[in-house]
C-alpha cells in the first residue's frame, strides 16, 4: 500500500510521516530528500533551475520512480501542479485522505 502525504511547505508532512511509517512498519519517503539524492543538489540549488513546469516534471520523474518499488511506503510530496505526475496516483487518491484521517488518529 502507498500513503501519500500532501502539504505546503513546512507543515510536518515528514514528522507525521516518519511517525506513521513508524508505526505500521512501512518505508518513509520526502520528496524533497529524494529530488537532492536523484539530481545530487540541493533544493536551494534545485527551485534556481528552469520553470516551475520543470522542475514539477523532475519531481514527478522521482514520484515515479518511488511508485514503482513495491514495499508499502509513505511519500511526503510538497506542493505540485503538474498534474500529469498523478495519473499513476489517480486510482489511490480517492481512499488516501480516508485511511490517512484514520492512521493520524491512532497516533
Do not use: H, W
Not at 522542475?55 to 506542493?79: C, F, Q
Request: glycine content about 6%.
Amino acid at each position: 500500500m502507498t500513503i501519500l502525504l500532501f502539504g505546503v511547505s513546512n507543515v510536518g508532512k515528514t514528522v507525521i510521516g516518519e511517525k506513521l511509517a513508524q508505526s505500521l512498519g512501512y518505508v518513509f519517503y520526502d520528496l524533497d530528500e529524494e529530488v537532492k539524492k536523484y539530481y545530487d543538489t540541493t533544493l536551494e540549488e534545485f527551485v534556481k533551475t528552469g520553470s516551475l513546469n520543470e522542475r514539477d516534471k523532475k519531481r514527478g520523474l522521482v514520484i515515479s520512480k518511488i511508485m514503482e518499488s513495491t514495499v508499502d511506503k509513505i511519500i511526503a510530496i510538497t506542493p505540485i501542479y503538474y498534474s500529469s505526475n498523478f495519473k499513476q496516483m489517480n486510482s489511490m487518491l480517492k481512499v488516501v485522505l480516508k485511511l490517512f484521517l484514520l492512521l493520524v488518529m491512532r497516533l
